[in-house]
């Protein structure tokens, strides 16, 4: 008798982030959502926070933050048998899963109320490739802000090292090396001047915290070694060169800098890589009308960018788009892997 596939709109949030991730390329995080969604009854604290979750599931990444704290346990290293299922990638998932949930319950339901912390350096492949297609337009050092900053470490983009299609650029001395599956024509190769960074998060990371740092590399996926390596020197270049970031709410944060005085012959440049999905409704209007106002006092002395890795309203597909002003164009530079692993290039003007 043929099993029957459950439905995705009649699956619970862990199973169907888990169809998601394995069409990513890690099976084994797919395996340990299904596990988990199967052996939820072991853990009700956690059941009962997933199935009270107020908001929107997907765009607040909720199994997601599932994932990270059944990592962070595995990398602890007290429950032996989880430790040998997430260095092997093989064995009794329900069994071991179960286990550790029903163990760790309250640990994992707090470890959840928090926003995630990925802070993925691979995504700025994408913004680099953005800042140079903005440079080839300006051609001015760059003012960088970012919104969402987690522990700073996508402002330190100019310290690593990128091949972009083919094209090499930024630090070629850096242990940070991001080469992004290429598809399409590769971006001109500049050097962009990065004259300042700055960033903003609600709950900033301090990367002098080994507990903070844990928390990151929880949130890299277990089967992507690649992807922990770098994470774990890009912690190391933001501690001899550390990150500006300031703790604040990004709807009074951003009009204070937007709203603030730019030095003639700079481009102000504020970017955002999945970010805003965590932000509500008049949050996210508050942010807009910043831009649209900041832009209409934009000037060619005194430009203004926006470079957006987000997904879009549907949640389809992540789109890496520049706006710049004073003329307020909007294109849509590539479409991207959600961690920046592949990035679709559609911009041909350079």
């Known amino acids: 008798m043929t099993e029957r596939v459950r439905p995705r709109d009649k699956m619970g949030p862990l199973a169907r982030q888990a169809v998601a991730v394995r069409a990513m390329g890690s099976p084994f995080v797919a395996a340990v959502l299904e596990a988990g969604e199967r052996q939820l009854l072991r853990a009700p604290k956690t059941a009962a926070l997933i199935a009270a979750w ?16 059944l990592h962070a346990l595995a990398r602890a290293g007290d429950d032996a048998a989880l430790s040998l299922l997430y260095s092997t990638y093989d064995g009794d998932f329900d069994r071991v899963i179960g286990d550790a949930m029903a163990a ?82 590769s971006p001109e190769p500049r050097a962009v001047t990065i004259r ?21 590399m929880a949130y890299v996926w277990a089967d992507e070694n690649g992807r922990s390596r770098r994470l774990a020197e890009a912690l190391r270049i933001a501690r001899a060169h550390p990150p500006q970031v300031d703790q604040g709410d990004i709807t009074h944060w951003l009009p204070a800098i937007l709203a603030a005085p730019q030095d003639e012959g700079t481009c102000r440049v504020v970017t955002h890589s999945m970010a805003l999905q965590y932000l509500d409704g008049p949050s996210r209007a508050i942010v807009e009308e910043a ?37 307020g164009t909007k294109r849509h530079l590539a479409t991207c892997h959600a961690y920046g692993a592949w990035i679709d290039w559609h911009h041909r003007t350079f």
């Open 291 to 327: 831009f649209v106002s900041a832009g209409a006092r934009a000037t060619a002395d005194r430009p203004l960018a926006r470079i957006s890795f987000e997904w879009t309203p549907a949640r389809d597909a992540v789109h890496l788009s520049l706006t710049s002003w004073p003329s």
């Open 54 to 69: 107020p908001s929107d599931r997907a765009a607040d990444a909720l199994a997601m933050r599932f994932n990270a704290a």
């Open 196 to 216: 300042s960074a700055r960033g903003v998060d609600l709950r900033p990371l301090d990367v002098t915290d080994l507990e903070a740092c844990e928390r990151l």
């Open 104 to 185: 760790a319950d309250g640990e994992i339901a707090i470890w959840m109320r928090f926003p995630p912390q990925t802070n993925e350096v691979g995504r700025t492949a994408a913004i680099m490739a953005a800042l140079m297609v903005l440079d080839k337009s300006v051609g001015l050092p760059v003012d960088l802000y970012e919104l969402g900053t987690s522990a700073g470490l996508n402002l330190n983009l100019d310290r690593y090292a990128f091949d972009l299609g083919g094209k090499r650029v930024g630090n070629p001395a850096s242990p940070v090396k991001i080469a992004p599956a290429w598809h399409g024509p």
